[in-house]
């Protein structure tokens, strides 16, 4: 099972800062099989990049996303007071499918 | 558009079983697995496993095997995961999620079904 490791556990930023967000696996990954979700409370998972560093539908230019082999990362430039949420890695090229545990961005 | 709407909360004894439905729309039902994750409160998402609503065939995660089981209903393009001999440490929100034709991400997901197991 390939372990997905998440960092910082917290990052806080102050409005219209930008920050990264760490996603590194246990061993290296074929291709580049990363999707990255926002979840806020009470809410599923909203996707917003795959395949490492495609955003998807409706998902703002300002998060983008890059990496391979075991380093990944999810870049926030100028965070707006909507994108205070936990945010997962999820990779999917391998069995079982798993998840990091989490970062969680909020307002500084 | 795409929408996967789940069924309501649960309220469970610890050994009975939950069975959680998916109904989908927008798309067609049998070209895309359907896959189920979990959450428990406060906790992260763990991936239970999947159905192919096409054949009916599953792949479920090693922890949950002998104890899930996912079904499908094509006339009503929903899908089903039943989950037996329930604990207090399986009470947790469950999401189904629609994935795509060669690729395992997400999207979209159910609004999450809450399944509570006390006495």
């Known amino acids: 099972e390939i372990v997905l490791t998440q960092s910082p556990g917290t990052l806080s930023l102050s409005p219209g800062e930008g920050g990264t967000l760490s996603c590194r696996a246990s061993?290296?990954?074929?291709?580049?099989?990363i999707a990255w979700y926002q979840q806020k409370p009470g809410q599923a998972p909203r996707l917003l990049l795959y395949?490492?560093?495609n955003r998807a539908t409706g998902i703002p230019d300002r998060f983008s996303g890059s990496g391979s082999g075991r380093d990944f990362t999810l870049t926030i430039n100028r965070l707006a007071p909507e994108d205070c949420a936990v945010y997962y890695c999820h990779q999917y090229g391998s069995s079982p499918l798993t998840f990091g545990g989490g970062t969680k961005v909020e307002i500084k | 558009q795409v929408q996967l709407m789940q069924s309501g909360p649960e309220l469970k004894k610890p050994g009975a079983s939950v069975k959680v439905s998916c109904k989908a729309s927008?798309?067609?039902?049998?070209?895309?697995?359907i896959h189920w994750v979990r959450q428990a409160p406060g906790q992260g998402l763990e991936w239970m496993g999947w159905i192919n609503p096409n054949t009916g065939g599953t792949k479920y995660a090693q922890k949950f095997q002998g104890r899930v089981t996912m079904t499908r209903d094509t006339s009503t393009s929903t899908a089903y995961m039943e989950l037996s001999s329930l604990r207090s440490d399986d009470s947790a929100v469950y999401f189904c999620?629609?994935?795509?034709?060669?690729?395992?991400?997400?999207?979209?997901w159910g609004q999450g079904t809450l399944v509570t197991v006390s006495t």
């Open positions: 061993q290296s990954l074929i291709g580049r099989n």
């Open positions: 927008g798309y067609t039902f049998t070209a895309y697995y």
């Open positions: 999620a629609k994935d795509q034709r060669d690729e395992n991400w997400f999207d979209p």
């Open positions: 395949g490492a560093s």
